[in-house]
């Protein structure tokens, strides 16, 4: 492959963007090499600017579920476009999509919408902060939710990739509030519990971890944090960024049956447009303003292209009742060919997976938290990672990220990418 056209424009950006990237997840710096500028995407291929054509599975990091420029979105978009693009005003499609919204995810009633995953969850933060008037939040290392303060603090990654999990910028001050635990390790939110006594607002999860490479909750976790909530008084937010209309219609909430007190949703909700937001009952969301004494507010918020993006989204993902289940097919199906091939030539390996997110680790442990997620061995991801580009298979350039299946993806594809993993793993 020739990446003479990506390596210019790569040059040209780092003189007048940071790294050249928007954000740095999309920069090369954990595998080498120069990032590939994308110029259109279709299905479940993405287009480089020198005319390579990639199977891709980072899928904008995951909103594509559907597939690049899938249809029923962009005709929708086009159309709203016609009729201007924002007016600081309300308008009826933030109805239907919150209406819609409501009805597809459980114990939620009402839903606020805003630009982004991390202002979704810096808002729900803020709101669980207000409604319990406590400071401190809980949350597990290696868990992302987006970059605001409060969760610069071993934040899965994009920070753990670049090696700072603790930004400077965050005060102490704020770093202070947020308290560390282990997924998966019941034991140790007890013990925070305890010596935190009347102080915690809110723990916050990723109900299936995605940001450490794709790491599912053990059993009983998600159903002991539950308990712990209720009996401390705290409020539990899931954070479904990644996870919201992709696990599930109702996301975990629905996939394992557990309520959550704040949801947080990004990603899918937006159908590739940059959207994110959060609901929870009426109780808590009454407390925002304009009617509730917590603020939050957002020039942008509830933008009616963002919006006719997400409302197509989540209109043909409710609508077709065996989506979720094609792509556990296909990623089932993609595991059990990588596995193969990596086990033919003796590549040590483990790989997690549930419904349509998979990740491969390369190490011998099984990886169940931050902690195993790191052991795995870095330079042969490097060599994956480069060996999968050469052959036209982009995956995210982080051994920290999961994969995401798209309903686009055919069985040819899945091959495809099987038989890349085969020919590399060798080399391996
Ligand atoms: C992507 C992500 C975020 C942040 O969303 P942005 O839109 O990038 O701000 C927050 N939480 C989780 C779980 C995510 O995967």
């Known amino acids: 492959m020739l990446y003479q056209r990506s390596s210019a424009l ?42 390579n054509r990639y199977i891709d599975y980072i899928n904008s990091w995951g909103p594509m579920l559907l597939g690049h420029a899938f249809p029923p979105v962009v005709e929708a978009v086009i159309e709203k476009a016609k ?38 969850c810096m808002s729900a933060i803020r709101l669980a902060r207000g409604f319990t008037k406590k400071d401190k939040i809980i949350k597990f290392a290696g868990c992302y939710h987006g970059h605001s303060d409060s969760f610069l603090i071993a934040a899965g990654s994009g920070a753990v990739t670049f ?7 965050v005060t102490q001050g704020t770093a202070k509030d947020t308290l560390l635990a282990r997924f998966n390790d019941l034991e140790n939110v007890k013990t925070l519990l305890a010596s935190n006594k009347d102080e915690i607002a809110a723990i916050i999860i990723e109900p299936v971890a995605g940001n450490m490479g794709c790491i599912p909750p053990v059993k ?24 919201g209309f992709r696990l599930a219609n109702g996301g975990v909430q629905q996939l394992k049956g557990i309520h959550a007190d704040i949801v947080c949703f990004g990603k899918v909700v937006g159908g590739g447009l940059p959207v994110g937001a959060f609901a929870a009952r009426n109780e808590i969301m009454d407390y925002l303003a304009p009617i509730g004494p917590v603020y939050q507010a957002g020039t942008l918020s509830g933008n009616p292209l963002a919006m006719a993006a ?61 902690d195993t997620a790191a052991q795995g061995n870095n330079d042969t991801f490097k060599r994956f990672f480069h060996g999968m580009l050469n052959k036209g298979i982009y995956i995210a350039p982080s051994a920290f990220e999961t994969w995401f299946i798209t309903d686009a993806l055919t069985y040819e594809d899945l091959n495809e990418t099987i038989a890349a993993v085969e020919a590399i793993a060798k080399d391996l």
């Open 163 to 169: 090696g700072t999990p603790n930004s400077p910028g």
């Open 310 to 370: 997400g409302l197509a989204m989540l209109k043909t993902i409710k609508a077709d009742a065996g989506l979720m289940q094609r792509l556990e097919e296909k990623t089932a199906y993609l595991h059990r060919g990588i596995s193969e091939a990596l086990n033919k030539h003796n590549v040590i390996h483990t790989i997690n997976r549930i419904g349509s997110m998979i990740s491969v680790h390369f190490s011998e442990n099984q990886v169940v938290d931050f």
């Open 83 to 120: 009729q201007g693009t924002s007016f600081g005003m309300p308008t009826a499609i933030e109805t239907e999509i919150a209406e819609l919204a409501v009805s597809m995810v459980p114990n939620i009633d009402k839903i606020r919408f805003v630009n982004s995953g991390t202002e979704a």
């Open 10 to 51: 790569f040059k040209e950006a780092q003189e007048v963007i940071p790294g050249g990237v928007n954000s740095p997840v999309r920069a090369f710096n954990a595998v080498g090499g120069t990032p590939i500028f994308a110029k259109s995407a279709k299905g479940a291929y993405v287009y480089d600017e020198d005319g």
């Open 220 to 243: 009983g976790f998600l159903e002991g944090l539950r308990t712990l909530c209720d009996e401390h008084n705290v409020l539990l937010i899931f954070d479904e960024v990644m996870t």
